[in-house]
């Protein structure tokens, strides 16, 4: 296997703030990993069609870059629902479906994927509990974000101390949707439909997914930031399923963001 540089993830400069060093985070690029082709660098996805033992081994810097063992590096099998897992000392390794995680407990890293779709890293520094979404569009606008608040909540968190950060994720100039997306938001809330303009293509509009979740938080009482960092046109960084699509290569890799409760 070809070694790359070590993992250099992205921070949070409000998690940072909040939470100095009680709290260990990052949004990992494709820096730092060992697969090849379609899939250089840093790809988490156990999902894809990579070398199984060079995802494996991605996973594990992953944890070193956290100081921990492999085996405490806790993620789930997205399915875009708004279904959340509390995870604790006893935690076995397992990805049971559900896309958000929450912990009270120092020591476990909970990580979620991502390739175009937000993940957001939540931070309450006071109560030490975190929790990690991956929020695409049905997830956000079907309750994850929501869903993840009140299970840290449910763990001794003060919702007006939690900060969000939403990470990489694909913008609005990329993010081309068809009339009967935008019908979706709009039979919710039609006010929704600021989060739609017009795209070159007639009918059509482009989707501001990050304001969508920013905003999403903001009105759970929560204080969020977005990075503002677009997926789709930085290759060299990040994985996305939508320059995959675009290009009809056979499949993608899948970048982690994570955080975890210092011990």
């Not at 919702?159 to 993010?175: C, E, K, M, T």
């Not at 969508?212 to 930031?225: K, N, Y």
Request: with cysteine; glycine share 12%.
């Amino acid at each position: 296997m070809k070694d790359q540089a070590l993992p250099s993830p992205i921070q949070s400069p409000l998690i940072a703030e909040r939470a100095g060093d009680l709290v260990l985070h990052g949004f990992f690029t494709r820096a730092g990993g060992v697969s090849e082709g379609i899939y250089r660098g840093l790809n988490v996805g156990l999902g894809s069609n990579d070398a199984r033992e060079n995802v494996q081994e991605n996973r594990a810097r992953v944890a070193r870059w956290f100081g921990v063992e492999p085996d405490r590096l806790a993620t789930v099998h997205q399915i875009h629902s708004p279904d959340v897992v509390t995870v604790d000392a006893g935690y076995d390794g397992g990805r049971p479906q559900a896309d958000a995680l929450v912990t009270a407990t120092p020591g476990v890293v909970l990580g979620v994927l991502a390739a175009d779709c937000g993940p957001i890293l939540f931070c309450d520094a006071e109560a030490r509990i975190v929790g990690a979404a991956h929020a695409g569009w049905k997830g956000a606008l079907f309750g994850v974000l929501e869903n993840t608040i009140a299970a840290m909540e449910a763990l001794g968190a003060r919702r007006d101390a939690i900060v969000a950060s939403l990470g990489p994720s694909i913008g609005r100039q990329n993010y081309e949707v068809g009339p009967e997306f935008v019908e979706r938001f709009l039979a919710v809330d039609p006010a929704y439909g600021r989060y739609f303009t017009p795209s070159e293509k007639p009918g059509h509009s482009m989707f501001d997914l990050p304001a969508f979740t920013t905003q999403r938080l903001g009105d759970a009482g929560v204080t969020a930031e977005n990075l503002d960092i677009c997926t789709y046109p930085d290759e060299d960084r990040f994985f996305s399923y939508r320059r995959t699509t675009h290009r009809q290569e056979p499949d993608y890799g899948r970048q982690i963001s994570a955080i975890m409760i210092a011990g």
